[in-house]
């Protein structure tokens, strides 16, 4: 049975960098949303964003499918959509008679917001990194982990020491663990 990993968490709660971490240790494809939308935006810059996020996320989905249909270990990180993602990962699980585990990153909301305004500033990531005021989101956003029934969760403190080792640890210790 395959592993449906996901790591989960606000926009920069420190996802995408545990998460390649993790991926490149375990040697799992690493599929993300947001390196998909880049693509789609450098092809089509006058792509809305009402229209890129969700394609972006239906490109995400297709792909964890095809490696999760391969037998592949995966690795599914975003900033999830609380009461909608959940459908999607469940539904990819059981299609592919995967086994689901979430890491949820968190931070204070002020050391969110921080490394998200640095992020907009840099510039780096056009069309993906937009102004946002982190105290207005709504819950929908990923401010806790996402209801995934009964699969194990890790929640994850980002501004402490490396979480990578005790997420590795973690892991290894569930039933049919990852090593």
Not at 35 to 54: F, H, I, N, Q, W
Not at 139 to 148: A, K, N, R, S, V
Request: proline share 7%; glycine share 8%.
């Amino acid at each position: 049975m395959p592993l449906l990993l996901i790591v989960s968490g606000m926009p920069a709660s420190g996802k995408s960098t545990l998460g390649t971490r993790l991926a490149h240790a375990l040697n799992m494809p690493f599929v993300t949303k947001d390196e998909y939308k880049a693509l789609l935006l450098a092809r089509l810059p006058d792509l809305t964003r009402d229209v890129s996020g969700p394609l972006s996320f239906d490109v995400m989905w297709h792909v964890a499918g095809v490696t999760l249909a391969a037998g592949v270990d995966t690795l599914l990180e975003t900033h999830f959509y609380r009461g909608v993602s959940e459908a999607h990962i469940l539904k990819l699980a059981q299609a592919h008679g995967a086994r689901v585990a979430q890491v949820f990153c968190h931070a204070p909301l002020t050391v969110l917001q921080a490394r998200h305004d640095a992020r907009v500033a840099s510039g780096r990531r056009p069309g993906i990194d937009l102004p946002m005021d982190y105290a207005t989101l709504p819950d929908h956003c990923c401010w806790t982990p996402l209801d995934l029934g009964g699969a194990p969760c890790l929640t994850v403190d980002t501004t402490g020491e490396d979480a990578l080792p005790g997420v590795l640890a973690w892991l290894a210790a569930l039933p049919c663990g990852v090593e």
